[in-house]
């Protein structure tokens, strides 16, 4: 049981941004409301973050208006695997600890359990690609081989993976193919069953996923392999499920500041100054979940990425979902990232 919980509470007066914070420095998927004596109020978890961001809540909303007042709670006179064994079967996978006078003494999680449980979906890395944002690094390393800490990005990507109970796993490659097979050869080593698909030209963000066409019976995670993040790809997947999506595209919040006042202007005359405006957009984060449907849309051995197949997906009539990522995201595709993802190596070795 965790008992040190300073970094997962927030007060009721917290903000929707900071209960955000707190989730994903605590890295446990949930943020614990209590008042100035520590009695539990309530609880937020990643999912009723995405709910309240998917309805239009600002940053700044309260966290009262995504919490859970009326949370799952244990007892500390409790056996904590039996609580979580019951618990897990409710897809509940955190567990607030409350004493008898409700104060917050503690915190189960899955990770209570003996084991977490082994799942069949299926995952496909797209390591395809050239980095060539990051020449000189890529000019004998592909992206996903260079190195966080001791590790090459797709390890970590792999050992992640392995935490969160996938074990078969997929890798596309073509530029430096052999570098990323000679370290992840069959993937046993790391407690995965790995398979290759392998291009023999450049076929974009999606086009090698043809190739899996007749061979995949059930939904399957497609994410970038030059991606570092805390995000529980499972939850993903149970969501694009419960949306009966043909496609789940996650997605961040992207936003940048105009640097000078914006004046809003109709014929000569002006209607508004805004000074220095921030715009907020949605943008890929670079996984998905995609019902084996998908896979007959991709024309074999041609060019194709992601937003294409989409947009195929959308054309057949079919759902396409957004799965918001509030979840600590690092795209390593420019060298800054690169020395970003090494200077903070604890939070990304965290499996």
């Not at 208006?65 to 509940?92: L, W, Y």
């Not at 050239?130 to 000019?139: C, E, M, Y």
Request: hydrophobic residues 45%; charged residues 20%.
């Amino acid at each position: 049981m965790l008992t040190d919980l300073k970094s997962l509470t927030v007060n009721q007066n917290a903000t929707l941004l900071q209960t955000i914070e707190a989730i994903n420095v605590g890295a446990k998927q949930i943020a614990l409301v209590v008042d100035a004596d520590s009695k539990l109020l309530g609880t937020v978890t990643d999912g009723d973050v995405r709910r309240g961001l998917l309805r239009g809540l600002a940053l700044d909303a309260s966290v009262a208006e995504v919490m859970n007042k009326t949370p799952h709670v244990a007892s500390p006179d409790e056996d904590p695997q039996e609580v979580m064994a019951r618990e897990f079967s409710k897809s509940i996978h955190q567990l607030p600890v409350i004493d008898a006078s409700g104060k917050l003494i503690g915190l189960l999680t899955d990770r209570d359990m003996l084991v977490a449980a082994e799942i069949s979906t299926p995952v496909v890395l797209m390591a395809g690609g050239k980095g060539v944002r990051l020449f000189p690094l890529t000019k004998d390393v592909p992206k996903p081989m260079l190195k966080i800490g001791d590790q090459p990005i797709i390890e970590i990507i792999l050992r992640k993976l392995h935490a969160q109970g996938f074990r078969n796993v997929y890798i596309s490659v073509n530029y430096l193919a052999d570098v990323i097979r000679d370290h992840v050869k069959d993937g046993d080593w790391l407690g995965l069953k790995v398979t290759y698909l392998e291009e023999t030209q450049p076929l974009g963000t999606a086009g090698a996923l043809a190739q899996l066409a007749g061979t995949i019976g059930e939904p399957f995670v497609v994410m970038n392999s030059d991606l570092l993040t805390n995000c529980d790809l499972r939850q993903v997947v149970k969501f694009h499920k419960k949306q009966a999506a043909a496609a789940t595209l996650g997605v961040r919040e992207y936003s940048f500041q105009v640097p000078y006042g914006v004046v809003n202007i109709d014929g000569n005359e002006v209607e508004s100054i805004s000074e220095k405006p921030v715009h907020r957009s949605m943008v890929s984060a670079g996984i998905y979940v995609l019902d084996p449907s998908a896979l007959d849309l991709i024309p074999t051995g041609e060019f194709c990425d992601m937003p294409t197949l989409l947009d195929s997906v959308k054309a057949q009539g079919q759902k396409v979902v957004a799965f918001p990522i509030h979840e600590s995201w690092l795209d390593i595709g420019r060298h800054d990232d690169l020395n970003e993802a090494r200077n903070n190596l604890d939070h990304w070795l965290n499996f």
